[in-house]
C-alpha cells in the first residue's frame, strides 16, 4: 500500500457521527499535486448546514466520552500510536503528495505527531484535581477536573499530521469531541487519520470532519452555535483575529498557534560550525513552511562571513525537486502564490541592498519550485525581515553587541520561536531571560518536542501545545468547598 492507496476513495469524504459521507449538496473540491499542479483526487466540500451536521454529532457524543474511563481513551490514542508508526511509510508517501515535502521529511513529521497519541496516552490516565485544607483551617478545598466539551479544529497545510495531532490527542485524552476542518489544501492526511482512529475504535461522532473550501463559512456557522465550547486554531495571525473575534460572543475556551518570525542569534563565541548545521534545521526543516523557522539570521560581525560562505555552499549544494523522488533534499512549496510572495521579499531585500550568495532565481518548468537562498547585507527593516517569509531563504543581517542582539530579536510583532548559538553559560542564561519568545532554543536548530509546551505570545497567539500544560487547554476546573464540621 502507498500513498493514495491509503485512502480509499469511500473515505475521501466527510466523517459525520461515524458515517463517511458525500456534501449535502455534492460538491467536490480538487487536492493538487504542487511539484507538477496536477490533480491527485477531489474530496467532500462541506457546506456551512454539513458542518452544522458535524456539530451536531460531536454535541451528541459529548456526554457518553466524558463518561468513559481514562483507560479507555488512553488505549484507543495507543493503538493509534502503535498503527500510526507501523504505517509510517504510507502516511509519509501520502503527506508527500499532498503537500510537497519529501518522504524523508513526512516521516520527520509522522514520528513528531505520533509521539503526541503517545504522550497523551499517557496523560490521560494522570488527570486530577486536588485536595486541601483552607489556609485558615476548618473548610477542604477540592477540585475537580472535567472536558471543556465539544471542540473545533481549523489546522493548516504544513504539517497535514502533527497540527491534528497536537491537538486531537489532548482532546481525546481529556474527553472532548470535536469538528476539524483540515487546510483545503492537504485535506488527504487528516482524512486517512481519522479513517485510522475510527479503525482504532474510537466511538463514532467524538471526531468529525468537514473539508470545504468555504473556510470562512463553515467557522462563522460552527462558531456561533453556544452549543460549541473551545476554538483551537493553527495558522496565520490575520486569520486568527478573525477566530478570536468570533469566538467572544459565545466566550469560547480560545488556544491559537499562529504566525512567527524566528530570530536566529549566532554570537561571536559560537561554534561557527554547529551554527551552521543548525541553521539548516532551523532554516530548511519543511522547506522554510514552518512557523518555527529561522526568519531572520542575526550574526556578530566577526564571524558573519565565515558563517555567510558555510550557510551558502550547504544551502547551495541541496537537490531540489519531487518530494517522493530519492536523492531529494527540498520539495515545491505549496502554490503559486507561495513561490511569488518568496520572490517578492527576495528581489525587495536586493532592492534594499542585500547581496545574494547562492540560489534567489526561480527556475523554469511545473510545479511551484523556490532554490535555497542565503542573501547577506540585507536591510534590517527590509521586508523579508519584518514578514514570516515562509520559503527556503536565510536572511543574513550582523551585530556588534549582545544588547544589540537583544533587541534586534525581540524587534517584531511576533513571539514564537527564536534561537541562539553561544558557548557562554551567564550569556545563555541572560539571553534565554530577554527573549520576547515562548520558546527558545541553545545551540540547537530543533526545539519543537511532544513533551515541552509549544506555543507563542504577542501576534503568535496563546496558550500551549503538547507537554503537561497541553491538556489543561483541553479541561475545566470546578471548585468544591467542603465544610470539615
Ligand atoms: P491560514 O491561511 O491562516 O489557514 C489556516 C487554516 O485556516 C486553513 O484550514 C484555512 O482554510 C483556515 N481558514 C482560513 N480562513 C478562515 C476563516 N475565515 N475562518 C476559519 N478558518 C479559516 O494559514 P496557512 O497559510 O494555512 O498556514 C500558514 C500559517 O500558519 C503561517 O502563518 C504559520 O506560521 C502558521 N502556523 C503556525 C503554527 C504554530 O503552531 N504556531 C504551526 C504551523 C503553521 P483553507 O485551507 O480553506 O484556506
Redesign the pocket.
Known amino acids: 500500500m502507498t500513498g493514495l492507496d491509503l485512502l480509499p476513495p469511500d473515505r475521501r469524504q466527510l466523517l459525520i457521527g461515524g458515517s463517511w459521507q458525500e456534501a449535502a449538496g455534492g460538491e467536490r473540491f480538487d487536492v493538487v499535486d504542487p511539484a507538477d499542479g496536477s490533480v491527485l483526487t477531489t474530496v467532500a466540500d462541506a457546506s456551512a448546514g454539513d458542518a452544522m451536521d458535524a456539530l451536531d454529532a460531536a454535541v451528541a457524543a459529548q456526554a457518553d466520552w466524558a463518561g468513559t474511563a481514562p483507560r479507555e481513551r488512553s488505549e484507543i490514542l495507543r493503538r493509534a500510536f502503535e498503527r500510526l508508526t507501523a504505517q509510517a511509510d504510507d502516511f509519509a508517501e501520502l503527506m508527500s503528495l499532498e503537500m510537497g515535502k519529501t518522504v524523508a521529511e513526512a516521516k520527520g513529521e509522522l514520528t513528531y505527531g505520533a509521539e503526541f497519541f503517545r504522550w497523551y496516552a499517557e496523560e490521560a490516565v494522570r488527570i486530577h484535581g486536588r485536595w486541601m485544607q483552607a489556609p485558615a483551617g476548618g473548610s477542604r478545598l477540592l477540585t475537580i477536573k472535567k472536558p471543556v466539551g465539544p471542540c473545533f479544529f ?6 497535514p499530521l502533527a ?1 491534528g495531532t497536537r491537538k486531537i490527542g489532548p482532546a481525546i485524552a481529556a474527553g472532548c469531541t470535536m469538528v476539524i ?5 492537504t485535506p488527504l492526511t487528516m482524512l486517512a487519520l481519522a479513517g485510522l482512529l475510527a479503525d482504532v475504535g474510537l466511538p463514532d461522532g467524538v471526531l468529525n470532519i468537514v473539508t470545504t ?1 468555504a ?2 463559512e463553515v ?1 462563522e456557522a460552527v462558531m456561533s452555535d453556544d452549543r460549541l465550547r473551545k476554538v483551537s486554531f ?4 490575520g ?1 486568527g483575529r ?2 478570536v473575534r468570533q469566538s467572544a460572543d459565545q466566550l469560547l475556551r480560545v488556544s491559537m ?4 518570525n524566528a530570530p536566529f542569534v549566532v554570537f561571536e563565541d559560537a561554534d561557527v560550525d554547529a551554527a551552521v548545521d543548525g541553521a539548516m534545521i532551523a532554516k530548511m526543516r519543511n522547506m522554510g513552511e ?2 518555527t523557522s529561522a526568519n531572520r539570521f542575526l550574526v556578530h560581525a566577526s564571524v558573519a562571513s565565515e558563517f555567510a560562505e558555510k550557510l551558502g555552499a550547504r544551502m547551495g549544494a541541496l537537490t531540489v525537486g519531487r518530494g517522493q523522488d530519492e536523492g531529494v533534499d527540498v520539495g515545491p512549496l505549496i502554490d503559486e502564490k507561495a513561490v511569488e510572495s518568496v520572490s517578492q521579499l527576495v528581489t525587495d531585500a536586493i532592492h534594499d541592498g542585500a547581496t545574494v550568495v547562492t540560489g534567489g532565481t526561480v527556475s523554469e518548468g511545473p510545479g511551484y519550485f523556490y532554490p535555497p537562498t542565503v542573501l547577506v547585507d540585507v536591510h534590517p527593516e527590509s521586508a523579508i525581515n519584518v514578514e ?1 517569509i ?1 520559503g527556503p531563504v536565510a536572511p543574513i543581517t550582523t551585530f556588534e553587541s549582545e544588547d544589540e542582539a537583544i533587541r534586534r530579536a525581540n524587534d517584531t510583532d511576533y513571539g ?1 520561536a527564536s534561537y541562539v548559538y553561544t558557548r557562554d553559560l551567564a550569556r545563555t542564561i541572560r539571553v534565554a531571560e530577554s527573549l520576547d519568545f515562548g520558546m527558545v532554543g541553545i545551540n540547537t536548530g530543533l526545539i519543537s518536542n511532544p513533551a515541552a509546551p ?1 506555543g ?1 505570545m504577542k501576534a ?2 496563546f496558550g500551549r501545545e503538547g507537554g503537561f500544560e497541553g491538556i489543561e487547554e483541553y479541561l475545566e476546573t470546578t471548585y468544591v468547598a467542603l465544610p470539615a464540621d
Open positions: 481549523v489546522t493548516p497545510w504544513n504539517f497540527m476542518k483540515p487546510a483545503a489544501q473550501t473556510a470562512g467557522g493553527t495558522g496565520s495571525t486569520v478573525v477566530l498557534e499562529l504566525g512567527g514552518a512557523c514570516e515562509f514564537l509549544f507563542g503568535s497567539g
